[in-house]
């Protein structure tokens, strides 16, 4: 199977180029040191929050198309036009599973001794978490403990009850418990955390918690 690149869903293979190299480095950890004077060690703020931010990832990915100059220049604009400056999705055919998320720019140029033509994609503001390309949908009818399973990035779901209903879970040794009556709603205190979750349903309806997961 040829390595392909995929932007908002289209095959960059079936367009005729060539992926040759792509490049995802791991985003690095935003850091903040304050050098306090009588201190041997900074005071770190790299866990904003109670947990470590990111910076924006930065990737490139290299397509080639052998063939005419015309040929070239014809299907480059049809990239240019559809992608450069534009925010994309985009999954590689290595996990088809996963998307990044960024604005690209495009840099095109073109060989006349080889007869072929490059693109090279580039992002600098990517999200650093790349998504699950499917939103993780679990529900519950009726009472009962529902387990939430989430990747490594920390996610509130999006709650939805069609009767009146009773929530409660423990966070970090906290309780939390909310009672809501049948409509759409998110807890903030309700972030979903590395692994398993339980939470505690009392309901004589149905709740779904609707989430889409994340991982660096």
Same mark, same amino acid.
């Given at each position: 199977m040829k390595p392909d690149i995929y932007l908002n869903g289209t095959s960059m293979n079936c367009l005729g180029w060539l992926r040759e190299s792509i490049d995802f480095p791991t985003p690095q950890s935003q850091t903040n040191t304050i050098v306090v004077p009588g201190r041997n060690s900074p005071v770190r703020y790299t #866990?904003? +929050?109670?947990?470590?931010?990111?910076? *924006?990832?930065? %990737?490139t990915i @290299? +397509?080639?198309? *052998?063939?005419?100059?015309?040929? %070239?220049?014809?299907?480059? =604009?049809? +990239?240019?036009? @559809?992608?450069?400056?534009?925010?994309? #999705?985009?999954?590689?055919?290595?996990? *088809? !599973?996963l998307y990044f998320v960024g604005t690209l720019q495009l840099t095109l140029s073109y060989d006349p001794l080889t007869g072929k033509g490059q693109v090279v994609i580039s992002c600098e503001d990517g999200d650093a978490y790349r998504y699950h390309v499917d939103e993780t949908v679990v529900a519950q009818a009726g009472s009962g403990?529902? =387990?939430? &399973?989430? !990747?490594?990035? *920390?996610?509130?779901?999006?709650?939805? @009850?069609? #009767?009146? &209903? =009773?929530l409660s879970w423990t966070v970090d040794g906290d309780s939390f418990y909310?009672?809501?009556?049948?409509?759409?709603?998110?807890?903030? #205190?309700?972030?979903l955390a590395y692994g398993k979750n339980s939470i505690a349903v009392t309901t004589?309806?149905?709740? &779904? %918690?609707?989430?889409?997961?994340?991982? +660096?």
């Open positions: #866990e904003a +929050l109670g947990r470590v931010s990111y910076n *924006p990832r930065s %990737f @290299t +397509l080639t198309m *052998p063939g005419t100059r015309q040929r %070239f220049h014809t299907m480059a =604009a049809i +990239l240019a036009n @559809t992608y450069a400056g534009q925010l994309t #999705e985009v999954v590689t055919s290595e996990e *088809p !599973d403990t529902v =387990a939430l &399973t989430c !990747d490594y990035m *920390p996610v509130v779901p999006t709650v939805t @009850t069609t #009767e009146e &209903t =009773a909310k009672s809501v009556s049948a409509g759409t709603w998110t807890f903030p #205190e309700l972030e004589s309806g149905t709740v &779904t %918690f609707t989430y889409r997961e994340g991982r +660096l």
